[in-house]
């Protein structure tokens, strides 16, 4: 198994930029695909990013439009989410997820039921 942990969250104007940490404990994080979900209230969980184990392939939320980038360190444990530009709207609690993946598996699921592991999540505030 493996334990995951966000940071990184935080105020920031309308416009600004901050950069999500993902860090992992336990089972060797190279073992599996990851994602970044997040959730405002009375909404359901939607799907911003995703990595393969490799970090050969990644996939984005149609709405990021080239604002946001995940990256992975798998000597450091971590993943990382860039978000620049961000939106009002985009306000909300985010949440990093871990997927068991097969060693040459480089696809990147946008459904959070494939993704086995959670973070408790790291909330984003953005003032307009």
């Known amino acids: 198994q493996v334990q995951l942990v966000e940071s990184g969250g935080g105020l920031v104007q309308s416009g600004g930029s901050l950069r999500l940490a993902c860090a992992a404990s336990?089972?060797?994080?190279?073992?599996?695909?990851m994602a970044w979900f997040r959730q405002a209230p009375g909404k359901e969980r939607e799907f911003v990013a995703g990595?393969?184990?490799?970090?050969?392939?990644?996939d984005y939320g149609d709405f990021v439009k080239g604002r946001f980038t995940i990256s992975r360190d798998n000597a450091k444990k971590s993943v990382y989410l860039q978000m620049n530009s961000l939106k009002p709207e985009e306000m909300a609690v985010y949440f990093c997820?871990?997927?068991?993946?097969?060693?040459?598996?480089?696809?990147?699921?946008?459904?959070?039921?494939?993704?086995?592991?959670w973070g408790q999540g790291t909330q984003v505030t953005i003032s307009s």
């Open positions: 990595i393969s184990r490799s970090g050969g392939s990644t």
């Open positions: 336990g089972r060797t994080i190279s073992a599996y695909a």
């Open positions: 997820a871990a997927r068991d993946s097969g060693y040459y598996d480089e696809y990147v699921s946008r459904s959070s039921g494939r993704y086995a592991y």
